[in-house]
């Protein structure tokens, strides 16, 4: 069953439409991912939530922006999509399987289009 | 210079193959070293898990670590089919709360039938 759930699988959308992706789980975890990865780059790390606190990273465009109403969703809304933020866009979720063994889990991606 | 560095294939083998996957990394501080496996259009699901240096084996899988030269390598025996998709390896360094991983760009294999 899965446990990262994202909503659409795939997304498209006019250049500078508002979007939402949305990420939900069932694991109860208190920290959830975004991250975009473009085709045959690694994945990139947008932002994180620890429980409510929310982090940005550095050079997260502010077109960018995500919320998290409470344990189980997460929001990644992009205000003006242009062409370049076209990609596949992955949440994922946090939890200890051992001393000092962390593992994510990540969701099955939306892949967003903008035309 | 990119924090890991991978090697980018793509790689085809023929089924029954060892396949050797690579990455080398800059930071020093790194401890843990993952390789994470993505199907295609999917998301990365966990492979492997190693701490420090040294092998660790799992079925046809072996993940090895060298921190010495800052080299960690995953070898696949008796490759399948079912296990062509991008391989991704990811490592973060000790003591991070919020726990953020450095991925490398990834390797896709196609293991030929």
């Known amino acids: 069953d899965a446990m990262v759930i994202q909503n659409p699988r795939y997304q498209v959308t006019q250049f500078g439409k508002p979007v939402t992706l949305s990420c939900s789980q069932t694991?109860?975890?208190?920290?959830m991912y975004w991250y975009q990865q473009k085709s045959s780059q690694a994945p990139k790390l947008l932002f994180h939530?620890?429980?409510?606190?929310?982090?940005n990273e550095a050079d997260t465009p502010d077109n960018f922006q995500s919320r998290r109403p409470n344990t189980s969703f997460c929001f990644l809304d992009i205000r003006s999509p242009g062409l370049g933020d076209a990609a596949m866009y992955l949440c994922?979720?946090?939890?200890?399987?051992?001393?000092?063994?962390?593992?994510?889990?990540f969701g099955s991606g939306t892949q967003l289009s903008v035309l | 210079q990119k924090e890991v560095e991978q090697d980018p294939g793509p790689l085809s083998v023929p089924e029954g193959a060892i396949v050797s996957l690579n990455c080398t990394y800059s930071?020093?501080?790194?401890?843990?070293f993952m390789w994470y496996r993505q199907y295609s259009r999917k998301g990365p699901e966990l492979l492997m898990y190693?701490?420090?240096?040294g092998n660790k084996e799992d079925g046809r899988f072996t993940a090895q670590v060298d921190k010495s030269s800052k080299y960690i390598s995953l070898f696949i025996r008796d490759s399948q089919p079912s296990d062509s998709a991008t391989y991704l390896c990811?490592?973060?360094?000790?003591?991070?709360?919020?726990?953020?991983?450095?991925f490398g760009a990834g390797t896709t294999v196609t293991v030929r039938a």
């Open positions: 994922a979720t946090k939890r200890r399987v051992g001393q000092g063994n962390e593992k994510l889990f």
């Open positions: 694991l109860n975890h208190n920290v």
């Open positions: 939530y620890y429980d409510k606190d929310f982090n």
């Open positions: 930071n020093s501080a790194f401890q843990y």
């Open positions: 190693t701490y420090s240096s």
């Open positions: 990811a490592m973060s360094s000790r003591g991070s709360n919020d726990y953020k991983l450095s």
